[in-house]
């Protein structure tokens, strides 16, 4: 089992920057890939980055060139540092971890309770 806990959500004006954290305590396998998914109002959860431990990232096209995902492999942290926001980014940020690396949601078994991004105008 692992436990994942989110923070660093927010309100921010168009253009601002937000710094997420997620740290979590489990099973190390099961926390070999650590990232971000997002979930809008009316919307489906949707990829934004991952890392997976001692290797690279994936990001989706819209956190390209804004956002940069980096960890603490040691003590298994997570962090979704994000700049020029738009209003468009606003939702729900879920912390997720799975062993095997993947865009899709339904690949990620643990999910933390998620953090409130809210960019304005």
């Known amino acids: 089992q692992v436990r994942l806990v989110e923070s660093g959500g927010g309100s921010v004006q168009a253009g601002g920057s937000l710094r997420l954290t997620c740290a979590a305590s489990?099973?190390?396998?099961?926390?070999?890939?650590m990232g971000w998914f997002r979930q809008a109002p009316g919307k489906e959860r949707e990829f934004v980055a991952v890392?997976?431990?001692?290797?690279?990232?994936l990001y989706s096209d819209s956190a390209k060139g804004r956002f940069t995902i980096s960890r603490d492999d040691y003590e298994n942290i997570v962090y979704l540092q994000m700049n020029s926001l738009k209003p468009e980014d606003t939702g729900v940020y879920y912390c997720?971890?799975?062993?095997?690396?993947?865009?899709?949601?339904?690949?990620?078994?643990?999910w933390g309770e998620g953090t409130q991004v809210t960019v304005s105008r």
């Open positions: 489990g099973r190390a396998y099961s926390t070999y890939v």
């Open positions: 890392r997976w431990r001692s290797g690279d990232a």
């Open positions: 997720v971890s799975a062993g095997g690396i993947s865009t899709a949601a339904n690949d990620y078994e643990n």
